[in-house]
């Protein structure tokens, strides 16, 4: 089994800064993609950013420029700095891997569950 622990959220005004952290643990021979995932009150989930093992990166068109996905593949850890944020990126984050297995030995999706991210205007 593989865990996935967020960190970071929390209450920000308007124009300030956040950084979430997402660390794997676990039954885990290696680690594809990762990314987040954000879901605001009354939405479907939507991907934010996502980030490959080999450090491509992928962001959605509302926080490009403003936010950056960054990963540790020594630490298994995964980094989301939000910067300029704005009343409308409130929502829980999640964080997702891309896991192959080390006991099932074929890649297994999995989720955090969700740290939440609060912007005042």
């Known amino acids: 089994q593989v865990q996935l622990v967020e960190s970071g959220g929390g209450l920000v005004q308007a124009g300030g800064s956040l950084r979430l952290s997402c660390t794997a643990s676990?039954?885990?021979?290696?680690?594809?993609?990762m990314g987040w995932y954000r879901q605001a009150p009354g939405k479907q989930r939507e991907p934010v950013a996502t980030?490959?093992?080999?450090?491509?990166?992928n962001y959605a068109d509302s926080v490009k420029g403003r936010f950056t996905i960054s990963r540790d593949n020594a630490k298994n850890t995964v980094y989301l700095q939000m910067n300029s944020l704005k009343p409308e990126d409130t929502a829980v984050y999640y964080c997702?891997?891309?896991?192959?297995?080390?006991?099932?030995?074929?890649?297994?999706?999995?989720w955090g569950k969700g740290t939440l991210v609060t912007v005042s205007s």
């Open positions: 997702n891997a891309d896991v192959l297995d080390l006991v099932l030995r074929f890649p297994m999706d999995y």
């Open positions: 676990g039954s885990i021979l290696s680690i594809n993609a």
């Open positions: 980030i490959t093992s080999g450090g491509r990166t």
